[in-house]
């Protein structure tokens, strides 16, 4: 595969994060919304999920790790994704723990081993991904003045949340105040919210109009970790859609 000079891959998302952010209403005039984000690689339990977005006219972010490894049926999947108005975002070139990896090694070295090629990835087949999620929701200040640059939005993960009730998690909504480094809070089975408590989060967005920002991995049923029913999936948006949340995408924040 033949990279891009480095040169004018950073030229190339400089112009689209400045298309991005010319000529777009804001979202103070919004009466509340949600951001529905999906991490890792599971683009076929994605893919889904379509006709249900669809119905709900909802949209999400699918922040995609070793995009390199997707075969052409999984890229087709997410055009498809992309045309219905999703986002396709960046989860890094191989998932690593960006505090862990910097440890011992320069902070650039995160930009040119894993945010780059990353980048660069994505661009061969397509996308141009303006904004990215943390694996592990692992960063630092540092690592942070070193890849927004090329992000229009980043998403870590708000602090420990097991048994604290959404609408006590301040950082994971949304004012509309440009803030570039956002928080959500994991919905999957492994966080230990119940679909009760991620409705109690959705009214709390609506009445303080603002914007709660939710992320999950794998749609399915069967119980593992980091997996979320598409039934839950479907309360969700249906819930959201009942109280007139709005759906953005990250790059769609102002």
Partial sequence: MTIAPRAALYGAILFCLAVSYSGTSSCREAEGGIVLSFDDRYVEEWYSLRELFIRYKARATFFITGF????????????????????????????????QFVKGRRVQDYLKEEIL????????????????????GAHNRAIDEIVAPYFKRIRGTAPSS???????????????????????VGIDSSYGHSIGDIIKGLDYAKMQ???????????SGDGSPYTLPPSAIEEILRH?????LKFYTFSELR
């Fill in 209 to 219: 109009k603002e914007i709660i920002l939710l992320h999950s991995h794998r749609p």
């Fill in 240 to 244: 959201a859609s009942e109280i007139g």
């Fill in 68 to 99: 390199d490894r997707l075969d052409e049926e999984g890229v087709r999947m997410l055009k498809e994704l992309q045309h219905d108005g999703h986002e396709i975002g960046s989860h890094g070139f191989r998932h690593v723990n960006a505090t």
């Fill in 162 to 184: 097991r048994g604290k009730g959404l609408e006590n998690m301040k950082d994971i909504y949304y004012k509309c105040d440009g803030q570039k480094i956002l928080y959500g």
């Fill in 117 to 136: 090629p990353s980048v660069e990835a994505m661009m061969m087949k397509g996308f141009t991904p303006t904004s990215f999620s943390y694996p592990y």
